[in-house]
């Protein structure tokens, strides 16, 4: 397993669930994930297998040789089963802040959806709040999901701002909401 720089403790736990940084073994159900849900993402299309490759060997090889990385990401395994990935990404070291990502496999969000956020969440509190020492971190979603909130605001996060018709998708402008918690 490799480890960041930037994180005395790599691995997180909370019962079944486990955040550990992302492994290369996992690259293609990523890859699966982010083209079965491009709906929600910043990505403009889909993934090939050499585009995904070409990531991982360049962009995530040299997260963890860096001290201060713009991202750092984690494979999230439930039951020790690869079920998703995400982290903290946008990161700003001097305002000590970053913005969550996170996505899962498709065929769990719809009987999972919440319960994976949830513990999602508070494994990445412990990686973000605790060995990173943030300040804040947020999420930036396009108004598609309304039950992501609801798994947020559980959280604890609040919403913070809508941005009015931010982002043009499907031939219409929609906003983005934010939600953000600020370490105590």
């Not at 809508?162 to 998708?169: A, G, P, Q, R």
Request: hydrophobic share 40%.
């Amino acid at each position: 397993m490799r480890n960041y720089k930037c994180l005395d403790e790599s691995s997180f736990s909370n019962g079944n669930f486990t955040l550990i940084p992302i492994r290369d073994e996992d690259q293609y159900a990523i890859m699966e994930i982010r083209n079965e849900q491009l709906y929600h993402l910043r990505q403009a299309k889909p993934l090939t297998k050499e585009d995904q490759e070409r990531y991982f060997s360049t962009t995530i090889a040299a997260l963890f040789n860096q001290e201060k990385p713009n991202q750092v990401l984690f494979s999230v395994l439930k039951n020790d089963k690869f079920i998703g990935y995400g982290g903290l990404v946008h990161i700003n070291w001097i305002d000590r802040n970053a913005e969550i990502s996170f996505v899962m496999k498709t065929a769990l969000e719809q009987d999972h959806f919440g319960e994976i956020w949830i513990n999602y969440l508070s494994l990445l509190e412990k990686a973000a709040f605790g060995a990173m020492d943030f300040h804040k971190i947020y999420t930036y979603a396009f108004d598609l999901r309304p039950h992501l909130y609801t798994a947020l605001e559980q959280s604890g996060f609040h919403r913070e701002a809508v941005l009015k018709e931010h982002c043009f998708f499907e031939g219409k402008f929609i906003d983005v909401v934010i939600h953000s918690k600020i370490n105590n």
